[in-house]
């Protein structure tokens, strides 16, 4: 099948034409270079356009997104799996590539919180020593909550530890 491209008026075969399933006979007016040219001469405009498309119907396109999402949960999940199963080996040293390359980063992070926040690591310290005396483990509920005692100035307040 032919058709006259709308911009050009070139008659091309239809593989030339993009489809589009809203017109009568399934494909756009304009040829594929027609578009192309268009696209490459209009880049901005048409992004700006799309932008504010996106804007404009936000809440319609988060649930169009949360639908699809919902139904097809479970072949999302078993996608996911069989990607990891896959590439297994490969996102295992990719993580401990990572965690090598940001251990010192992390160390470097943990020693400057201590120095920063002496007072914190001191009613630790205490805390941890009162709690060994009282012969529960560092890792006992108390600590693992991450939250700190800390008197301050008179004041009692919770610390949330980022540790
Ligand atoms: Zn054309």
């Known amino acids: ?14 593989i030339e034409f993009n489809k589009k ?16 040219e268009y696209c490459d001469k209009n880049k901005e405009k048409i992004n700006l356009q799309r932008l504010k498309y996106r804007k404009d119907n936000k809440e319609q396109l988060n649930l169009k997104r949360k639908e699809y999402y919902l139904s097809h949960k ?20 990719r993580q401990k590539t990572y965690n090598d390359i940001n251990r010192d980063k992390r160390n470097l992070l943990a020693k400057n919180y201590r120095s920063k926040n002496p007072h914190i690591m001191g009613w630790r310290y ?19 909550s991450s939250n700190v005692l800390l008197f301050n100035k008179g004041t009692i307040s919770f610390i949330h530890s980022t540790f």
């Open 126 to 144: 205490i805390l941890n020593n009162s709690l060994k005396r009282l012969g529960k483990s560092k890792e006992s509920k108390v600590a693992k």
């Open 74 to 93: 479970n072949e999302e999940k078993e996608r996911n799996i069989k990607r990891y199963n896959d590439n297994k080996s490969e996102i295992l040293e």
């Open 1 to 14: 099948m032919e058709k006259k491209c709308s911009k050009c008026l070139i008659i091309k075969d239809v």
């Open 21 to 36: 399933t809203k017109s009568s006979d399934g494909y756009r007016s304009e040829c594929k270079s027609c578009q192309k």
